[in-house]
């Protein structure tokens, strides 16, 4: 009985991880994505045939993820909007691992974050959002209600 009650539900979340290297004037990001979740989008939205794995078309996946996410999050240091550049990925069992950079970063005293990754697939989405800036660790929860995390230094 209660197999088939909680079995119907999934839990539709990704993880952002952030932290600041001062040393290397670096916004270093870590993103971890079920590979379903992520296939699912993809298939959806650039080619139906698509499939997470180590592949020929690792190229072409590579620019369609990184399309998407430079959408759909959104970063400001210091109320500037800053682009990061999609370093690459890796697949361990589940989970996809995006990696992002933001160069060139002197020094943080306001960081905004805006991530809206899935909304328009999965109403239940929720990312997480893990920092570790200046010395100061925090996390959020966004939702498609609240899409939004600021910090202040």
Do not use: W
Not at 5 to 28: D, L, P
Not at 75 to 83: A, G, M, Q, T
Request: glycine share 2%.
């Amino acid at each position: 009985m209660f197999t088939s009650f909680f079995g119907a539900h999934k839990f539709y979340v990704s993880v952002t991880q952030i932290e600041y290297v001062k040393e290397k004037e670096s916004v270093e990001i870590v993103m971890r994505i079920f590979i379903e979740d992520l296939e699912k989008l993809l298939r959806e939205r650039y080619d139906k045939n698509i499939t997470l794995n180590e592949s020929k078309s690792e190229k072409q996946i590579d620019s369609y993820i990184e399309n998407y996410i430079a959408k759909k999050v959104l970063i400001k240091v210091n109320n500037n909007p800053l682009d990061f550049k999609f370093l690459g990925k890796e697949y361990e069992d589940d989970i996809v691992f995006c990696y992002l950079e933001i160069e060139n970063v002197s020094e943080i005293t306001d960081f905004e974050i805006s991530n809206t990754l899935f909304y328009e697939v999965f109403k239940e989405q929720q990312n997480i959002i893990k920092t570790n800036i200046n010395s100061e660790m925090e996390s959020f929860v966004l939702t498609s209600q609240k899409n939004k995390a600021e910090m202040h230094f």
